[in-house]
């Protein structure tokens, strides 16, 4: 259920810089249609004996499959925190439910370098001002024009009365979203 690098990652033939109508991805700590579905398509094919149960090991498998980097430790908390019946299993909604949550929780390098990739119409390796405004407004966060060329500089180790970037790279929008992230968790 891992998509391979570079699927959905290539724009359309022709395609310009023109504003397209992306819908909203839901808030951090719910889950699109489709991220329900391919965690739940995840949960079936660990479930080989059909039980609809799965066991430490499937889900520290699925973590790792999403591009998660589960210590053993936290997989095993996550098991006793979902295993309200302590037998050592945990159903789909569950599993959902922990998929719900590690989602909202990081944003894996993975995930990050797929909406690199999407918002790279021009298919240049770097993201310009329009594109960056596309995916912070994808992602749900609300950012200024100017919030959003302050942190395209700060990216770029732009310095006070330097011109503003023009682009970034996708290591300098990984640290932007980083960034972001850790802004609003503190």
Not at 77 to 87: F, P, Y
Not at 162 to 173: G, K, L, N, P, R
Request: charged share 35%.
């Amino acid at each position: 259920f891992k998509r391979p690098p570079g699927e959905m990652a290539t724009a359309a033939p022709g395609r310009k810089k023109t504003r397209s109508k992306k819908s909203k991805i839901p808030p951090r700590d719910t889950l699109t249609e489709q991220q329900r579905k391919e965690i739940e398509e995840a949960f079936d094919i660990l479930d080989t004996e059909g039980s609809g149960k799965i066991d430490q090991g499937d889900l520290h498998v699925a973590l790792r499959a999403l591009g998660f980097e589960p210590r053993k430790d936290e997989v095993k908390k996550l098991m006793s925190d979902n295993d309200k019946e302590n037998s050592g299993t945990i159903n789909k909604q569950q599993f959902v439910e922990i998929f719900r949550a590690k989602w909202g929780e990081t944003d894996p390098p993975d995930l990050l370098q797929l909406a690199f990739e999407l918002y790279d119409k021009e298919e240049s390796g770097t993201l310009n001002l329009d594109n960056l405004r596309d995916v912070t407004e994808m992602i749900g966060e609300n950012a200024t024009i100017e919030e959003l060329q302050e942190m395209m500089d700060e990216a770029a180790g732009v310095r006070a009365g330097e011109d503003s970037a023009w682009d970034i790279t996708v290591e300098q929008f990984m640290k932007i979203m980083v960034q972001e992230k850790e802004k609003t968790l503190g």
